[in-house]
Every structure is written in structure tokens, then in C-alpha cells.
């Protein structure tokens, strides 16, 4: 039973627009929350976090929006760019637990 | 920094032999963790170590996988014997401090069990 959903394996997006990455969790302890971003070949990277007493984080282009109450977050990303092409990953842990719980993957295309 | 070292980045073997992921985290870290990507499950944490020991192994899909972590500087992951659903890429990780610290992944090794 996964704890971490990202029902969209995939989404394409026109440069310059917004792309709207999801994910879904099923367990109320989280209180931590990451996106790693995936090139081909390539480990994971990490992109961005946020903390459960916070529904807003922001870094330049990538935002991540949480709402606890429908145990959603979603990743923004504007304005979409060629380079951002990947495999995004949404991850959770729980208080001072120190594993990650993944999500399955989105595959971000931006076309040029 | 090199970043986390994982070696061999390929792996091609034949059903029933034994198979040994190597993987050299970031100096200075004292967490490493072991995960496996497939298509079906995505990205599944193995086990962990803190401080060169074992601190949760439940990821572990069976008896046939096992890890080590001899030193702060080297661990292995090995399957004994190997099987086709073992096929998946295996990506090693290492952070600092806790979980809320970043995770810095290896390239991954991509095994393939004929």
C-alpha cells in the first residue's frame, strides 16, 4: 500500500507555461516533504522541502504548496523551461525518522 | 567533492549467481541508505545506516538481500542468488546530519538478472 501517491506518470507542458506536479499521502504523521527532481542516468537531486507547520515554500521558479487537510502537496514550477525535463519524485517522512517514503515518479516534459 | 560513488554502474549477470553493489557515500556523512527503483514501485528505501550501523533493514525484500557497512567510507549491498525480478536500478545515498538534511544520491547501478 503505497503511503505516497503521484497518480500522473506523466505530463507535458509548452515552455513558458506553468507545470503542476501533485502528489497524495495517505499517512497524517508526515510532517516533512521533499521533491527530488531525475535526469536520465542520473541519481536523484533534491529540489525542494517543506515543513508541515508551513503550506508555502518558494525557490526561485519551483514553489510547493501543502495542504494537510486533504494530505495534498503540489509543486509549481513557472515559468517551465526545456531543462526542467525529468522525473519528479515526491518524498515524506515522519517527526525524527530519518527514512524517506517516495512517491512513484512524474516524467515532466516542457516542449520548446 | 566527488559526490556518492557507486560502482558498477552496470550490471548484466545470470539468474541464480551473486551479485555486489558497492557504494562510497560523501565524506562526512553519517547517514548511507540503500534504495531501489523499479517501474511498478518507484523509488523503495532498502535499509539505512547510521554511523556504520544498521538502523532499519524492514525495506528489505528477503533473505537474499543483505548490507554491510564495514567503515564510514564503504558499504555494499549483495543479493545471493540473484533472481529476474532483482532487475532494477540501485542508488545509493548519503546525508549529514537526518532526513530533513538533503540526501545525496549516486549515480546508480542498473542490474539486470537474466
Known amino acids: 500500500d503505497q503511503q505516497v501517491k503521484q497518480n500522473s506518470p506523466s505530463l507535458s507542458v509548452q515552455e513558458g507555461r506553468i507545470s503542476i506536479l501533485n502528489c497524495d499521502y495517505t499517512?497524517?504523521?508526515?510532517?516533512?516533504f521533499l521533491w527530488y527532481k531525475k535526469y536520465p542516468a542520473e541519481g536523484p537531486t533534491f529540489l525542494i522541502s517543506i515543513s508541515s507547520i508551513k503550506d508555502k515554500n518558494e525557490d526561485g521558479r519551483f514553489t510547493v504548496f501543502l495542504n494537510k487537510s486533504a494530505k495534498h502537496l503540489s509543486l509549481h514550477i513557472v515559468p517551465s523551461q526545456p531543462g526542467d525535463s525529468a522525473v519528479y519524485f515526491c518524498?515524506?517522512?515522519?517527526?525524527?525518522?530519518?527514512?524517506?517514503?517516495f512517491g512513484s515518479g512524474t516524467q515532466l516534459t516542457v516542449l520548446p | 567533492d566527488a559526490g556518492v560513488i557507486q560502482s558498477p554502474r552496470h550490471e548484466v549477470t545470470e539468474m541464480g549467481q551473486e551479485v555486489t553493489l558497492r557504494c562510497k557515500p560523501i565524506s562526512g556523512h553519517d547517514y548511507l541508505f540503500w534504495y531501489r527503483q523499479t517501474m511498478m514501485r518507484g523509488l523503495e528505501l532498502l535499509i539505512y545506516?547510521?554511523?556504520?550501523?544498521?538502523?532499519?533493514d524492514s525495506g528489505m525484500p528477503e533473505d537474499r538481500f543483505s548490507a554491510k557497512m564495514p567503515n564510514a567510507s564503504f558499504s555494499t549491498l549483495k543479493i545471493q542468488p540473484s533472481e529476474p525480478r532483482d532487475s532494477a536500478v540501485y542508488f545509493c545515498?548519503?546525508?549529514?546530519?537526518?532526513?530533513?538534511?538533503?540526501?545525496?544520491f549516486g549515480p546508480g547501478t542498473r542490474l539486470t538478472v537474466l
Open positions: 518524498a515524506a517522512s515522519v517527526g525524527s525518522a530519518r527514512q524517506l517514503t
Open positions: 545515498a548519503s546525508s549529514k546530519l537526518a532526513v530533513t538534511d538533503t540526501q545525496y
Open positions: 499517512n497524517s504523521m508526515f510532517d516533512y
Open positions: 545506516f547510521n554511523n556504520n550501523v544498521p538502523i532499519d
